[in-house]
T-cell receptor, first 112, second 115 residues
Framework: GQQVMQIPQYQHVQEGEDFTTYCNSSTTLSNIQWYKQRPGGHPVFLIQLVKSGEVKKQKRLTFQFGEAKKNSSLHITATQTTDVGTYFCAGLRGGNTGKLIFGQGTTLQVKP | DAGVIQSPRHEVTEMGQEVTLRCKPISGHDYLFWYRQTMMRGLELLIYFNNNVPIDDSGMPEDRFSAKMPNASFSTLKIQPSEPRDSAVYFC???FGSGAGETQYFGPGTRLLVL
C-alpha cells in the first residue's frame, strides 16, 4: 500500500542551529500537510502544500513540495526551545476521499 | 468553537474489560477520523466516516474494535474485550469539505492503559 516515509526519526540540535525533516511518498500525492505535536499533546495543523514545487514560509519554518509531488521537506531556521516536538507530514493521493497517510514523524529536541 | 472533544481523557482498565471512547467533532464538520498512536507504530488511521457513514475501516486491527457514528455530533470507538497491546493514545479528528485534503483538527486524545 501507499507509504509516506519520514527521516530522520529523531534529531537533537543546539538552540540556534537549523533543522530539516524530509518526507517521501511511494506514489504521487495531490497535496501534503504538515502537523506538529508537542510532547503530551495532539497533532496540530501547520500548513498544506498543493502545487508542484510549491514553497511556503511561516516565520522561521520553510515548507517545500517536490516537483514530482512525491516528496516534501520542512526546514526550521535557528531553532528555539519552543520548536520541540514531533513533526508529521501527511499525504493525500489524487482522487482520495479524505484519507491522509501520515509519516512516522520526526522528533526534534532542542538543547538550550 | 470548543474544538474536537474526547472523553475520557485517561482510561485505565483490566484486560478483558470493555472500553468505550467518545468523540464530539467540531460542529459542521462532515468527516470524522479515529487514530491510534503508539511509540512502535506511530500514528495509525483506524477508521473514518463521512456524513456519519463509515468509508474506510481497513485500519481497524481486529474484530474486537468497532466504531459507530449515530449522528453528526457523536462517535464512539469500542474495544471488547480489551488487551494490554491496545494500550495507546486514541485520537479523534474531524474535518470539513470535499475531503480532498482538508485540514484535520485533532482532539486531545484518550490515553488508554490496559493492565
Amino acid at each position: 500500500g501507499q507509504q509516506v516515509m519520514q527521516i530522520p526519526q529523531y534529531q537533537h540540535v543546539q538552540e540556534g542551529e537549523d533543522f530539516t525533516t524530509y518526507c517521501n511518498s511511494s506514489t504521487t500525492l495531490s497535496n501534503i500537510q504538515w502537523y506538529k505535536q508537542r510532547p503530551g499533546g495532539h497533532p496540530v495543523f501547520l500548513i498544506q502544500l498543493v502545487k508542484s514545487g510549491e514553497v511556503k514560509k511561516q516565520k522561521r519554518l520553510t515548507f517545500q513540495f517536490g516537483e514530482a509531488k512525491k516528496n516534501s521537506s520542512l526546514h526550521i531556521t535557528a531553532t528555539q526551545t519552543t520548536d520541540v516536538g514531533t513533526y508529521f507530514c501527511a499525504g493525500l493521493r489524487g482522487g482520495n476521499t479524505g484519507k491522509l497517510i501520515f509519516g512516522q514523524g520526526t522528533t526534534l529536541q532542542v538543547k538550550p | 468553537d470548543a474544538g474536537v472533544i474526547q472523553s475520557p481523557r485517561h482510561e485505565v482498565t483490566e484486560m478483558g474489560q470493555e472500553v468505550t471512547l467518545r468523540c464530539k467533532p467540531i460542529s459542521g464538520h462532515d468527516y470524522l477520523f479515529w487514530y491510534r498512536q503508539t511509540m512502535m507504530r506511530g500514528l495509525e488511521l483506524l477508521i473514518y466516516f463521512n456524513n456519519n457513514v463509515p468509508i474506510d475501516d481497513s485500519g481497524m486491527p481486529e474484530d474486537r474494535f468497532s466504531a459507530k457514528m449515530p449522528n453528526a455530533s457523536f462517535s464512539t470507538l469500542k474495544i471488547q474485550p480489551s488487551e494490554p497491546r491496545d494500550s495507546a493514545v486514541y485520537f479523534c479528528a474531524s474535518s470539513f469539505g470535499s475531503g480532498a485534503g482538508e485540514t484535520q483538527y485533532f482532539g486531545p486524545g484518550t490515553r488508554l492503559l490496559v493492565l
